[in-house]
Each structure stands twice: as C-alpha cells, then as structure tokens.
C-alpha cells in the first residue's frame, strides 16, 4: 500500500478544445475555447498495487502488474486566456478574452473517486549501498466521471516515477 501524489502543471496553446469558464463577472459560459490554457492538477491517492518480480541477475529486478487507487483529495483548476471562446459549439457566437483577460475553471468534483491501471518497472543496484529505480503506470480509466462531457475526449493518467535509494 502507498500514499502517493499525483501532480501536473501545464502551459498550452489549443484549438477549439471543449470546456466550461467563469468569467471575471462569475457568469458559466461552455464551449470551444481557442487559445492559452494553464491547468494545474494535484491529486492525492491511496494505491494498492499487485505486483510481480522477476530478478533477471543479482543487480537487476523488474516488476509489473496492477493497480487500484482510491482519490482522497483532488484539484483539477486552472485558466484560459489571450483567445476566444465559441459558446456551444465551433459555430456558435465569439467571446473574445484579450488584454490580460482570463477566465477560470474548477473540475475538481467531476474526478472520478476510484482509479485502475496497469505499472511496470525495474530496479538496478548499481553499487553496494546505491539503487535506481524506474516505474510507470498507465490508468486505463478516464479520471473524470462517466457523465463529465465538459472535456470531449478521455483522460488518462500516465506517469513515470524514477529515482533512487541509499542501502546503509
């Protein structure tokens, strides 16, 4: 069992990428947003992973199986800005966001609560006392709920772990 952290910061320039924003007046507006997007996503897991080993010599082991993790504190927020959002749909009436403008969103209660995936890995000792160490999981579950239609298109978590340890 592992307590673990999962977080993400991101900069990015998109295209009619489908969202929810709450202007500065707090007024919702949904649609295909064009332009700058920052996220930040920091999410705090318990995960119990069933893992099996293969030692292939004295110094190097890997490891694979699955995984199950339950959300125990979410943030999925960030910001839009320097571009247009289309209300509805790529057809529908322009809002412009420029001069500094941003616009928020918050889909942090629309995480789903409970995550599964697949983690693989291999650990080498490279000397005596040091050891690195790689693992990645993949979540084959979307990390929005099932009704959450807001984002179009399904969200996987991928993350790569990689570091070392110190054997006294």
């Known amino acids: 069992v592992r307590l673990e952290t999962k977080n993400m910061i991101t900069k990015a320039t998109v295209k009619n990428y489908g969202m929810e924003i709450i202007g500065n007046d707090g007024n919702r507006l949904k649609g295909n ?3 700058g997007v920052k996220t930040k996503v920091r999410n705090a897991y318990i995960t119990v992973p069933v893992l099996g080993a ?3 010599n ?5 490891k694979a199986g699955i995984y199950v993790s339950y959300l125990m504190d979410e943030e999925f927020s960030g910001h839009v800005y320097e571009g247009y959002l289309r209300e509805g749909d790529s057809t529908g ?4 966001f420029s001069d500094g403008a941003i616009a928020t969103y918050d889909f942090s ?3 789903r609560k409970f995550a599964w995936g697949v983690q693989a890995g291999v650990d080498w000792r490279a000397f005596k006392h040091l ?8 979540g084959l579950n979307d990390i929005f709920k099932k009704d959450f239609n807001t984002i179009t298109f399904a969200m ?3 993350y790569l772990n990689v ?6």
């Open 109 to 111: 209660d629309d995480l």
């Open 58 to 62: 004295s110094r190097l082991r890997t």
């Open 163 to 168: 570091g070392f340890g110190y054997a006294f």
């Open 131 to 138: 050891s690195v160490f790689a693992d990645l999981t993949w």
């Open 54 to 56: 293969y030692k292939i």
């Open 33 to 35: 947003w064009t332009g």
């Open 156 to 158: 996987y978590p991928i």
């Open 93 to 96: 009436e322009k809002v412009n």
